[in-house]
């Protein structure tokens, strides 16, 4: 979650949304010694208020422990930023991260994607951002971008792909909109807090992803009922898995191991480790590299090229469109994986006022 599954596996112990998570962020975090090679410290997003997270977690993380003979310690943070920082200042060698929180942590978190995370439903490939409204309220898509500030309006995390980058890309920044000024008020919130937000009606709408409001249905159904989808984004690419780049490669080499074998096991242990996959809303892990990341800079540079074109600043335009086409060549020489983000030409020019 995507775009993440960073802010949606959680859902499974919604109920608890009113217990603090400060505390056990802090335990988390506190644990591991990062001058000690054979403790990897591995970070977690902590996205709803619940103390369960350790719990949810433990027989993955036991299973880590187990089969590479490291001291795998859980990192759990409330936001991508503790995340990304805390890559960067080695308190932890390994994470699960969002599309664009994964890339802050390559860029200046000395990371390194080598594996993703994949939909345990046969046959899904990826999720996608949407935009939520009360079920009840009689909210439609042409009435929220009227932007007359009447409603109310919830984004995501700011390195949040589907939270925000994904809405701003295909949504917002192609007819010239700027949240801010189209809205009464602009929160960010993670996905569960805008997802009962809406459903209490706190707020009018706000940003999700498909994955959340699938284990929503599951775990909440009563919730569920109260949210309505009126957006619905291109499918976005699922979430990296990225360790440090200097963590020393005969460690690399079993969490690797660990990592892409996870479920693959004959009989009723693979069947085992499925269901611990499954219980955190992921199927098997695949290889991967920094090429991954290439749909989420495209998303970027595209969302680059409609600001410059909406504010007409030819320079950052011819800036944008280079950067676009630098990344179509690095996708082609990477395979050509599928575009997640509008061709250049498509992009449009800003509506007239």
């Excluded at 608890?16 to 977690?44: E, H, K, Y």
């Excluded at 499918?235 to 996870?262: A, N, T």
Aim: proline share 6%.
């Amino acid at each position: 979650m995507t775009e993440h599954r960073l802010r949606r596996w959680a859902l499974a112990a919604i109920a608890a949304l009113g217990l603090s998570l400060s505390g056990l962020a802090l335990s988390g975090c506190q644990n591991g010694d990062s001058n000690n090679p054979q403790v990897i410290n591995f970070s977690i997003l902590s996205t709803e208020n619940s103390q369960n997270l350790e719990k949810e977690w433990a027989p993955f993380l036991s299973d880590m422990r187990k089969q590479t003979g490291l001291n795998i310690k859980p990192y759990f943070a409330s936001d991508y930023t503790a995340l990304i920082e805390a890559m960067r200042f080695k308190q932890v060698q390994l994470g699960w991260f969002s599309n664009l929180s994964g890339l802050e942590a390559v860029r200046r978190g000395g990371g390194e994607v080598f594996a993703h995370s994949t939909d345990p439903t046969p046959g899904v490939s990826g999720y996608n951002s949407v935009i939520i409204v009360n079920a009840n309220s009689g909210i439609t898509l042409d009435r929220l971008l009227t932007c007359d500030r009447s409603l109310s309006f919830g984004l995501g995390d700011a390195r949040s792909t589907s939270g925000t980058l994904a809405p701003m890309t295909y949504l917002f920044g192609p007819r010239n909109i700027d949240p801010q000024t189209c809205f009464r008020t602009v929160r960010s919130a993670n996905h569960q807090a805008n997802l009962f937000s809406v459903a209490n009606g706190v707020v009018d709408a706000a940003t999700n992803n498909s994955t959340a409001i699938t284990m929503l249905k599951a775990s909440r159904p009563d919730i569920a009922a109260k949210v309505k989808v009126i957006w619905t984004s291109p499918r976005l690419p699922e979430d990296p898995v990225v360790w440090r780049k200097d963590l020393d490669p005969q460690i690399k080499e079993k969490l690797r191991s660990f990592f892409l074998s996870y479920g693959s096991a004959p009989g009723a242990e693979g069947e085992r480790q499925r269901k611990i996959l499954a219980s955190l809303h992921f199927g098997r892990f695949q290889p991967a590299d920094d090429s991954f990341l290439l749909p989420v800079r495209e998303m970027e540079a595209t969302e680059k090229l409609i600001a410059a074109r909406n504010a007409h600043k030819d320079t950052d335009v011819k800036a944008a469109q280079a950067e676009l086409a630098d990344i179509q060549q690095e996708k082609v020489a990477a395979g050509a994986q599928p575009t997640a983000a509008p061709a250049v030409d498509s992009v449009p020019a800003p509506a007239s006022k």
